[in-house]
């Protein structure tokens, strides 16, 4: 089984396959898909090449409804955020008519698509799969790599098998669902149970920073008989676009998912305000979400069923070190987590608890291996971590750290340069607070900034509990320590603020099929991506009996007695 380094990330997991095997199926699950080998010189000759067709190019991209393109006069254009005077992708906004349209439009196909049997319908991301894999592989590298700002290593860890695991997992999940567990089965009754889409759409919110979020997001409830609309990011057009084309080639019919650029809050409004709207599936801030959710709660009496609410948003994650713990695994694992594609990742390590016997030294491994990671051009290998995303997100997180610059409290460690003339590059930064209630250590920052705070380290416990609540997110967390005691009081004091917990290991590392990923709090609705009930959510279970025997009284025998 191939091991994964990063991300929503990839490390060698924990779990033994055969373990993996008996917690997440009843039948053999797939492999995960193997990384490119970027050593090899065939290789970086075919990434040289797609790199190069989409540098010498502004992709034109439209609205898709039922199979139709369409092209408005609001038109946007996606830069590359470590160049930002080169264009990528020029896209358009969908306006109000073209959004209730293309719900329209889905509706009309809705019933279609449901009545397709899984064994026609699932091989459609079967096929979606294998040409990521083969035919598409280095242009999803190469979209990934110019639009979002990822290394060579990074985008192949996303865009590449990512998100092929997710549709060969959540085909293999579905498939077991549709053939399910036998009922019981008495002499006078035949009994079973069959899976429908839900009754309405499904609109999908996808992220800039995982292509592969888009296509699970979008794909997961398609592959369960429903019908989408897939509102990608901005910032994450030119990928998103790429991910679609490759399902219309697959054999994805017309109508089933509606590729819809336009603004946030015009199409939360529009599909909050239909009573057809069956769910959301969301990833991005906990604020968005929220507004949602109010959105929905407010319309609720207008609805035809209730939406189903899948919602994965941001996070606060923390290392906490035990002084029993073994320090070159605290820095590295710290560096990885803290640092790979710039901190924008939700299950990112950006708050550290050190123990006083201990900080002095992981103080100066840190401050070494910062002071070597390359901070560039993507597409150089040599690169560690490219620009933030856009200028929004450089100018709030320069504003954190120019808080820590100007606070009594902070001490900017290593790092803290921040420069916009040419990309939206920020220095991985670390910072020191005295603070055990610093804002630095309470709010989503989402980029290179790690803040430590440093604690009596025979006060470990108390510490623990503070740091469980000093956040109002609950998605991942780690625990350094050698110490089985210590490693006890962590996974039970951590037990709701972090849904994928991590021992002596880094904070982001969850795996399709092996760490199913999500969390709580202001984290979202931990429906676990990654995992087979995440396909339950999609799917409305029917129950049927059919009798056997007449019924040929109505009495119950204790009458005539």
Known sequence: MALRLSGFGRFPSRISKVKCLRLLSSQQLPPNEPFTNFEDPIVRERLNEALARVNGQVEDIPIVIGGQEFRTNDVKYQVSPYDHQKKVAKYHYADK??????????????ERWEKMP?????????RAAELMATKYRYDMLATTMVGQAKTPIQADIDAVAESIDFLKFNHHY??????????????????????????GFIAAISPFNFTAIGVNLAGSPAMGGNVVLWKPSDTAMLSGWLVYKILRESGLPDGIIQFVPCDGPLFGDVITNSPDLAGISFTGSSKTFKNIWKSVGNGIENYKTFPRLVGECGGKNLHFIHESADVDTVVNGTILSSFEFGGQKCSACSRLYVPDTLWPQIKEKLVNIMGQLKLGNPEEYSTYLSAVIDERSFDKISSYIDYARNSPQEEIV???????????????TLIETKDPNSKLLNEEIFGPVLTAFVYPASEYKEYMKLASTTSPYGLTGSIFAKNRNVIEDACEIFKQSAGNFYINDKSTGSVVGQQPFGGARASGTNDKAGMNTYMLKWLSPRSIKESLVHINNWRYPCMDS
């Open 97 to 110: 008519a073209l959004i209730e349209k293309a719900i329209e439009n889905s509706l009309s196909n809705r």
């Open 414 to 428: 290593a790092g803290g340069k921040c420069d916009k003339s040419v990309g939206y590059f920020v220095e991985p």
């Open 174 to 199: 579905a498939r077991d669902i549709y053939e399910g567990p036998a009922l019981h089965q008495p002499k006078t009754v035949m009994n079973h149970v069959e899976y429908r889409g839900l009754e």
């Open 118 to 126: 899984f064994s026609q319908r699932g091989p459609i991301f079967m």
